[in-house]
């Protein structure tokens, strides 16, 4: 990466994962949960071990959480893509759900597949809905998380749009939460809010993004 496009990525990932780490150990609903540690790898790396084979070593294509070492390992390049595409936010919304699957791991959580995947989302939602003021995270970094959610979605993780609402979820702007069952009934298609149909046209654009009401709703949220 060029030099610049390496500062930019460190210094977003330094600000998040200091303040990810730091509310992490805070938090006194963890006890003794350790934070995760967070190793930023080259793409194409191989593991060997723990979340990949004792031989056969395992090519990481992107950035990831492995439960066998509770480490978070992020690939500067493909974060780089996130930058360019969608900003600086981009890059704070992937460190936080690869946090949420951490805290998943901690909590023990049974969700399996895209549920899983959208829980992780929602959790991020909830890590900066916490931090935005000290990240500083304005409603155009949160439509851009949302940007970002929407354009990896996918038959494993969840659609776009569901990916975009579970963020929304975790932050309070949508009526769901992060609870197992309404991760469930959204990976399911069995949502109905009007918030959803507006994120299934949700795009890079502004238009893409016109109409979406980012303030706290007043539901109530865990």
Same mark, same amino acid.
């Given at each position: 990466?060029?030099?610049?496009?390496?500062?930019?990525?460190?210094?977003?990932?330094?600000?998040?994962?200091?303040?990810?780490?730091?509310?992490?150990?805070?938090?006194?609903?963890?006890?003794?949960?350790?934070?995760?540690?967070?190793?930023?790898?080259?793409?194409?790396?191989?593991?060997?071990?723990?979340?990949?084979?004792?031989?056969?070593?395992?090519?990481?294509?992107?950035? +990831?959480?492995?439960?066998?070492?509770?480490?978070? #390992?992020?690939?500067?390049?493909?974060?780089?893509?996130?930058?360019?595409?969608?900003?600086?936010?981009?890059?704070?919304?992937?460190?936080?759900?690869?946090?949420?699957?951490?805290?998943?791991?901690?909590?023990?959580?049974?969700?399996?597949?895209?549920?899983?995947?959208?829980?992780?989302?929602?959790? +991020?939602?909830?890590?900066?809905?916490?931090?935005?003021?000290?990240?500083?995270?304005?409603?155009?970094?949160?439509?851009?998380?949302?940007?970002?959610? #929407? +354009?990896?979605?996918?038959?494993?993780?969840?659609?776009?749009?569901?990916?975009? #609402?579970?963020?929304?979820?975790?932050?309070?702007?949508?009526?769901?939460?992060?609870?197992?069952?309404?991760?469930?009934?959204?990976?399911?298609?069995?949502?109905?809010?009007?918030?959803?149909?507006?994120?299934?046209?949700?795009?890079?654009?502004?238009?893409?993004?016109?109409?979406?009401?980012?303030?706290?709703?007043?539901?109530?949220?865990?």
């Amino acid at each position: 990466l060029p030099l610049t496009a390496n500062a930019n990525i460190e210094k977003t990932i330094d600000s998040s994962a200091k303040y990810l780490i730091a509310n992490w150990i805070n938090d006194e609903t963890l006890g003794e949960y350790r934070p995760p540690q967070i190793l930023p790898v080259a793409s194409g790396s191989r593991i060997y071990g723990a979340c990949g084979e004792p031989i056969v070593g395992h090519d990481l294509g992107g950035s +990831a959480y492995c439960s066998g070492t509770h480490t978070i #390992y992020l690939v500067p390049e493909e974060l780089q893509a996130f930058y360019e595409a969608f900003g600086a936010n981009s890059v704070t919304y992937v460190v936080a759900h690869e946090f949420g699957h951490a805290l998943q791991t901690a909590f023990a959580s049974e969700l399996e597949g895209p549920s899983r995947e959208l829980q992780a989302d929602c959790l +991020a939602g909830v890590f900066i809905q916490t931090g935005k003021a000290e990240l500083g995270i304005t409603r155009d970094g949160i439509l851009s998380m949302a940007q970002a959610a #929407y +354009a990896i979605g996918g038959k494993t993780h969840g659609t776009g749009a569901q990916r975009s #609402y579970a963020l929304f979820s975790g932050m309070g702007v949508s009526k769901s939460s992060c609870k197992n069952a309404e991760m469930i009934a959204l990976s399911k298609g069995q949502v109905n809010d009007p918030l959803l149909t507006k994120l299934k046209g949700l795009s890079k654009t502004r238009s893409g993004a016109k109409g979406i009401n980012t303030s706290i709703t007043p539901y109530p949220k865990t």
